[in-house]
């Protein structure tokens, strides 16, 4: 399980943390993994005194028994927020994807690129173990965008005003081609 810690001061977003809690050691037993998520998730909040948590709602998957076992982990992590009054809020894993890469199908190699060019930062020796901390993060920064602290995320600004603004974008854009991307916050 992935998780992001960010602190969010006008519209400087820092990364606090972001790492996985690996549970492979303790074996089987889905209701110990459940108590290390919560202890973890308290050790957390404790640490940092977070004023909210943004979790990947809880989505359909080919495998039922995955599908009831992730739902478990997240209420567990949602539960632990509740016992220190903290609000949480949920967002679907297309919204997130969507917020960050401009593409609801991205993989998460592509979200973890993107945050990585979004936050700057540094490349991954651990790429692929940390792709569930990457997506905690894209999480993170998707709630971010969406309480409206990022005005071109949240659709504030007009396109008429962003290449008003950057007309070096529009050039770029005219004089050769490239893929679309999503636009990048500048930190």
Known sequence: MGYAVIEVRGQHV????????????LGTNHAVKLKR??????????????????????FFGVNVQSMLKLGRAQGVAIAACLSR??????????KVKQSVTGSGSATKEHVA???????????????????DATDALAVALCHHYQKGNNATAAGGKSWGKFLAENPDRLNAA???KATPRAAKKAV
């Open 113 to 131: 690129h993107m945050l990585r060019q979004t936050l700057a930062l540094p490349p991954l020796a651990e790429a692929p173990k940390l792709l």
């Open 14 to 25: 820092t990364v606090l943390r972001y790492d996985v809690v690996n549970m492979k050691a």
């Open 37 to 58: 998520i919560f202890d973890r998730m308290i050790e957390l909040i404790d640490e940092f005194l977070p004023d909210e948590l943004a979790i990947e709602a809880p």
């Open 85 to 94: 009054q903290i609000p949480y809020v949920e967002y679907a894993p297309t």
């Open 174 to 176: 005219t004089t050769k």
